[in-house]
């Protein structure tokens, strides 16, 4: 109605009718203003939240980000650590014989090379040490032990490494007397701290998985060509289980000087499968003759062959350089000795250990004599070092 | 008007936030440089340890190692042994052989033997310090070095083994 009016006003007045027209517009343009307005405010508070919400999503990603770089970076600072001080106890253990310790470390893969152990990405060298251990150790103790190796000289330290979370069976033939004997023997000669058990070979078919870490089984002069794996075991993972078998050579020689050999195997699916390497010649090998106590004790606790015949290598590495020295030694002592000792230090044998191939050792085919030889050199040498002390002249070695 | 604030307090807080980082990286640096410093003294007691025990030449009776004493007759076998081109006994055996088999034990060191007394005489067991290095740390043990050509009462003299890690 008001319209109307105002219609006919505008009608009879145009002036005022272009009055009213301002004033409507005005009034429409300051509605959608307060529209404008509300809409935009609108819009604000939306955009502030996906604002927020878009800067705590990136502050929280960094925060995420640093926090698992600084895990990462801790872990690595604690592997170096470790590394650092196992190269310590490694060095220690080297100088010092029979020592036996269990040192607390992270429970972190350790892992053992032919040159280098190594934690996470950090990694060290082992240099000449002649360590014996398992390709991997997890375990919060590591048990470290260390034994002298003469042949009949000193040679090198040997350094054993191995944890409680692995078990050792010694299985051995009762019907088998020197089995037995050698079993106890092994048995009383091993670390006490060590995981380790002995089982007759009727007992060890129902040895079974306690939940240890890895099993080692120790075939004692086993009668069988072939190991027959537990049936207890066959569920554990490849890597978790392996073998020795310590077989003996010739009757009546001595099985820790040359007179047995050290096969290695290894779980694939049901079956212990021997362990080989391949040789510079192109064959494969997977026994080792035993040359002395103290490599076959190292054949307990490396449960890799190449990492067994690696350590053994730089061991025979030293000898022969050490053999080198003492015969130069002898030399000379030859120079100024008196008339009752000449004889000591001309036939010294120590040529024979400089000149010895390791190659030879794997290789009884090629080489058969190698170890009977080194032996029976080494027998000669103890002999003549023994004469020189019944004699009152200055020892070989 | 809203907006600008919160944008103004986020440029505060990554301001504080990179200066905390700043101070942060310049601090685990430092620990970082002492922990490599640590660790090169650790080296340098390995290496003076190892050499003192080393049946190369350590004095031996029987096969009985006698500790802190070096065996004059195998230091002089060992010094033309080790030497760099010294010649061997065959393939695999002494001169540069023997001298890269020791450096895997000895790397970036100098390990000499002293005799100080009655006479004065030089031993170098090993040397391959580097031309250029950063720091060295010098370890001296003192020790006996024992001539078994001479007669018991004079047999033994004194001796310092240095043993100079560089890095």
New interface residues.
Partial sequence: METDASEATAVSFPMIASLLQITRSVRLLSVSREDTKRTKAQVDVHFNWIFVLIIGAVILTFFLFVISRQKAVSDQRLAADVLADMELILTGQGISVGREDTVAIPELPLQFTCDDYGMLTMTRRIGNAVLFAPSSVESERLLTWTQEWDIPFKVSNLVYLTSPDIRYYLIYDPADDMATQFAKELNSSLPERMNKRMKSIREAITITDEGDDRVRLVYIFPAEERLTLPAGLRNLNDKAVSALAIRKDLAGADAYRGGASLGFYKKRGDQLEQDTIATPRGDRVGVYPSLGKGPLYGAVFADDFGLYECSMRKAIRRMKLIAMIHNQRANTLLTLASPRCVTYYSIAPFTSFALLNPDDLTNRIRAPGAVSELFSTAEILENLNRNTIRASCTTLY | M??AE?IAV?LVFFIILGLSLMFYGTFQAGSVRE?QKE?FE?EA??IA??VS?L???VC????Q?TENCL?R??L???S??VAPGAP???P???GDE?FL??Q??FRDSKVVVQEVFPETEQYIIYDNAPKDFKEMIPTYIPLTIRD??KPPQSQSALGVLAVEVYR
């Fill in positions: 809203q907006m919160t986020l922990a660790q650790k007691i390995r340890l190892l025990h049946p190369e030449v031996s009776d029987n096969n190692m065996d007759l195998k002089e076998a060992w033309n042994l061997g006994d065959g695999g055996t002494g023997a088999f020791y895997t034990d078994p050509t």
